[in-house]
């Protein structure tokens, strides 16, 4: 079965910073991963995807991540963040099942 | 496109009574997912199908949840009787094939008084 960890419940950060939000998956099998983005009152919006290929993924938005089979992550990264940035972040992986798992989600605060 | 489309936004109901929650997925869509979500368990996956045929429901907390896609257009998930740690927002997702391109509806807030 796939799970997922992500470490950091909340993420601080002030605008224009780089930010990481980390992601590690568990899976014994090939995985698909994902980012997907919560603004507040909102559903899910997918961020990026890894299904194959490259490795590092990017978004319209600025976000990339990075696929690392032998550290088993996938973690998110931004250059420079923005006011406009603070949301819930999940993780998530779907392996040969149709199911895909979430993580617990990172709390993006990023003040001016 | 519309959309996901999830109705009602928002429910608030009393205990005991029951509570059907819909969802109309994107047209031409071939998995409907249903998750819950709540601060203590996060986003939890109750019950897919692929093709109007229930996939996988162990998910589902208990017998007084269910779920029905009579056709490609067209989910339910019901509780009867609720009750109030039942209150969450469920999320309806869909998607086409096995591109996993998941897309999500805004959700139905219940709360259970």
């Known amino acids: ?112 | 496109d519309a959309g996901v489309i999830q109705s009602p936004r928002h429910e608030v109901t009393e205990m005991g009574q029951e509570v059907t929650l819909r969802c109309k997925p994107i047209s031409g869509h071939d998995y409907l997912f249903w998750y819950r979500q709540t601060m203590m368990r996060g986003l939890e996956l109750l019950i897919y199908f692929n093709n109007n045929v229930p996939i996988d429901d162990s998910g589902m907390p208990e017998d007084r949840f269910s779920a029905k896609m009579p056709n490609a257009s067209f989910s339910t998930l019901k509780i009867q009787p609720s009750e109030p740690r039942d209150s969450a927002v469920y999320f309806c997702a869909s998607r086409m094939g096995r591109n996993y391109g998941y897309t999500f509806g805004s959700g139905t807030r219940l709360t259970v008084v």
């Open chain 1, 1 to 112: 079965a796939q799970s997922v960890t992500q470490l950091d419940s909340q993420v601080p950060v002030f605008e224009e910073a780089p930010v990481e939000l980390r992601c590690n998956y568990s899976s014994s099998v090939s995985v698909y991963l994902f980012w997907y983005v919560q603004y507040p009152n909102q559903g899910l919006q997918l961020l990026l995807k890894y299904l194959s290929g490259s490795t590092l993924v990017e978004s319209i938005n600025g976000f990339e991540a990075e696929f690392n089979k032998s550290q088993t992550s996938f973690h998110l990264r931004k250059p420079s963040v923005h006011i406009s940035d603070t949301a819930e972040y999940f993780c998530a992986v779907a392996g040969r099942t149709d199911k895909l798992i979430f993580g617990t989600g990172t709390r993006l605060q990023v003040f001016p």
